[in-house]
């Protein structure tokens, strides 16, 4: 961490979205819509517990969860790409909270399969714009244990059609409809059951065999 007092969450995500690392919208939009999934999640993750940042990017929604909704909890922001983790890990020096948020460069379908660290690690998964509804649900059902939830962020005008019951019940998965702020609606699901060992399957499999 540089200089004498962590920098502020502000300045680590203007150097984000300088990077290219986050999307158009003005910041205050993006942290805000990062808040939502506070206010969708069906409750705070414990301190003891793990949360997940899938595909996290440049850092919307796990820093602004982790720095300034839930000071308290653990974190792993998880990402494939090595510039992005780069940045990741920059921003949790800078920020001084390498003791509860750890940066993981690797690529969802091994993060998830048995014996890995993150395997049923996770009482909360969050997602924005990691992947249509199908690939993030294989991502995530095999990082949560049961009873933990996933939120992810949803088209202004969905009702959570995308995401059917019938393939979700292969992973454990269980819909809990969509949760709508003033600015933007989040999917909610419930992990009933560990997630079979058969998941997560490798991209190409999942490419020619989609669950729905």
Do not use: N
């Not at 990077?19 to 993750?45: C, K, M, T, V, W």
């Not at 983790?85 to 921003?91: G, I, K, N, T, Y």
């Not at 959570?160 to 609606?185: E, F, I, K, M, Y």
């Amino acid at each position: 961490m540089s200089g004498t007092a962590p920098a502020s969450l502000s300045a680590v995500l203007e150097r984000s979205a300088a990077s290219g690392f986050l999307g158009p919208r003005s910041l205050d939009d993006q942290r805000e819509h990062a808040r939502g999934f506070a206010a969708a999640a069906p409750r705070a993750p414990a301190p003891a517990e793990l949360a997940c940042d899938l595909g996290s990017g440049g850092g919307v929604p796990g820093l602004v969860l982790a720095v300034e909704v839930w000071p308290e909890s653990r974190w792993v922001l998880l990402e494939g790409m090595a510039k992005r983790c780069e940045l990741l890990r920059w921003a949790v020096g800078e920020l001084g909270i390498e003791d509860r948020v750890t940066v993981v460069h690797e690529r969802v379908e091994q993060a998830g399969r048995p014996r890995q660290p993150l395997r049923a690690a996770c009482t909360l998964v969050t997602s924005r714009s990691f992947g249509p509804p199908r690939v993030t649900a294989e991502a995530a059902a095999p990082l949560l244990l049961p009873g933990g939830a996933l939120v992810v962020s949803e088209p202004p005008d969905s009702d959570g059609g995308r995401w059917p019951a019938s393939g979700l019940a292969l992973l454990g998965l269980r819909p809990g409809g969509v949760v709508r702020t003033d600015r933007a609606g989040y999917m909610v699901l419930t992990q009933d059951r560990l997630c079979p060992a058969d998941f997560p399957r490798s991209w190409k499999r999942q490419t020619r065999q989609p669950l729905f």
